[in-house]
């Protein structure tokens, strides 16, 4: 489709026609790489507003300019709802956002395994920023494989496993069931927790309410949290933590800012006081939520 049929102004315009019947675009400088990759259609773009960003089979991933956002979120609520995170397990996130964000925690050693090597390897040539050398640090340790293949045969016990996926559309729609998730809780210690990417509260109101309904069915704490990702449909994502012992919101503001501190840890959204925050959710995505 182009710019000039949806009445965009003139210029070369990235349209992501979501299936739910909204539009986005972004006004692109530049088309760097488009590539099929074993398993997905890669892209890579410069844009006006996002720099330059990452896109999966149509649909944007991750950008300079936002990605912040989702990944401090993603990753500083559950490493500091967990008092001591060590074992860590990362379940996609081939932009190494999650990745270098988990590593700023210095008793973490993470593990992270991706599907699609492809990933790793454009993101570390094109948005170098984004992973800040996370793949080289000797802490980390990638895998090149299947997510719930890797769980479902792991012998090991983490402290928390941070699942960074595509949206639930093809090949990551077992990321998303109760049969995965009950993998997890297999591969966590006895106080170990979950926290996923758990799609927009906006317009994907089916998949969340499912999504949390699966994570209940396994885990006796299981808490929704909201942050801002402009590149997302509809500015606001939503987060899920499942938990065999710690509640996210009972942390303290002062406790997770010792942590901060202690670790020298710098951030850009995520605060102490806003980990408590994005627990208060809208009346209409509680009642869904539960």
Known sequence: MSAEAVGAPAGDWYLEDEPFGFLQGLRVKERLLKTRTDFQVLEIMDTDVFGRALILDEALQTSEWDEFMYHEMLVHVPMLTHPSPQRVLIIGGGDGGTL????????????????????????????????????????????????????????????????????PIGPAVPLFGEPFYRSVARALAEDGLLAAQSSSPIFMKDNLTAQVAHLRAVF?????????????????????????????????AEDAAARLNAAGIQTRYYTPDLHRAAFVLPRFIAEFTG
């Open 100 to 167: 270098r964000r988990v590593l700023q925690h210095p008793q973490a050693n993470p593990v992270q395994v991706e599907i699609d090597s492809a990933v790793i390897e454009t993101c570390r040539q094109y948005l170098p920023g984004i992973s800040e050398h996370a793949f080289d640090n000797p802490r980390a340790r990638v895998v090149i494989g299947d997510g719930m293949k890797f769980v479902a045969d792991n012998r090991e016990q983490f402290d928390v496993v941070i699942i960074d996926s595509t949206d």
């Open 220 to 252: 006796p704490i299981v808490r929704t949290y909201l942050g801002l990702v402009p590149g997302y449909p509809g500015g606001i994502w939503s987060y899920t933590i499942g938990s065999k012992r710690y509640d996210p919101v009972a942390v303290r």
